[in-house]
């Protein structure tokens, strides 16, 4: 047995010493055909990047790559010249799109490195796209109301309605921009927006910019005369110069979901002088919900932080999901420095108010009725703290408010250096009111209110009512000034 058994395991040992040699051998030559395959990849790539420095070869991949890329296109791409920088990265110099007759997109260096072999599995990696000196212009033809982008690709006929979209995932890891110039321009509604016909030096005769305007100096020039001081943004006319931007981003196209996280984004307005110094953010677009947070602004005399949320509103959606009235809001703002200055860039406000303000505001629900948890003001010659609720917003013969106002002061300059359209010559000089307690039930037809204020004329305390129909006399009333009986006024209601 023991002779047997020492047979056996000689045996085992033998055929161990075949198969380890086996083993190590196909390891050894699948290690050498790897090796091989990096070492041809590698010379490949260093081949094609020694070609690349060479002109007849750049030229000769340029015709080749422009000619299929503008088979199927209206519009026409042109590139002056390119280098590769590895397997994943390409450097193109001179881009330009042009669309109706017209240059849509130029970019003086444009540089990619994504992930070219993912394309055939519907996915755009993309590491870096660089983008020097882009100039965009989005224009709309007066005459036949296009837009020159709807120029670009070239109608076809073979459509097919029932085609699933493809189910792409774009993943960019850094884009910037890089002293960007964006010009939109609406020639169809451009006449009826009065935001872009309300200036301080308009152009002549109220003159609308045409599609033949030229660039130059990142400014519209027509009959030699600049376009400047516009104060309000409108979005038919708009211009964007020195638009530097970082940021990354995940897109699923077939989902509708776009969401960026904003580094840094800055630019100059050119029409209205607004100088958005500073922006980074997080921000959602969705059918679910539109979200922007910790977004943190900063202009030349503005910085303040907003988050805010839109739920219940399909912005991709049909009519009925994007109704607005059905708009579930989340806001919440809050600075040390809020400028009107900057506000009035976006909105017509009926005040010459300009210093900055230290702004808290948050505010939810849907606009038919809003709740303000809080909204407060303060500087200098205001310190406002206000909270209540809103209703019928988008109603306006039924509007409706509740209101309370607490612990709160401000001072008669500042009521007249805010309502500078507003006749206050008949309310005496009342230095500064502190009002201990105000809370205001009212809507449009009537008001009433419960007060406690005190200011250089008295004190005002107790409860008053208003009809807002009711009114013929109140410009001749004389004893405003003395408010001592206003609880015992039968005609208020």
Known sequence: ???????????NIGSGKKTGPFAKRFLRRASKIVLWQIALLTAFSISLIILSQFHCFRNSALSAILLIVNDGLEAKVEIEDLNLLNLNGISLKGVRLIAASDTLVSVARLTIDMDFFQLSEGKAIVNTIILHKPVVKLLRNASDSTWNYTHIARPSDDIVDDAEPADWLIDIHNLEIIDGTFFM??????????????????????????NNDIIKNNEFIKNNETVKNIQIVSFSRLGLKKLNLILSADILPTENHYSAEISSLSFIETFSGFALNDLSAKALLSPKKIELSNAQITTDESDFAINAEIKNFNIFGTPEEQAIENAFFDVDLSGDAVSIKDVKHFAVIPTGLFNPLRVDIEAVGILNELTIDRLALENKEIDFELKGELANLLIPDKFEYDLQINKSKILFSWLINTFPDIDLRGVPDFGTARIRHLHAIGNTQKAKADLNITSALGTVKGSAAINWNNRNDWNNRNDWNNRNDWNNRNDWN
Do not use: Q
């Open 1 to 11: 047995m023991d002779k047997r058994n020492e047979n056996n395991d000689s045996g």
């Open 185 to 210: 321009i609406d020639s169809v509604n451009i006449a009826g927006d009065t935001n872009s016909i309300r200036a301080e030096g308009n152009i002549k005769n109220n003159d609308i910019i045409k």
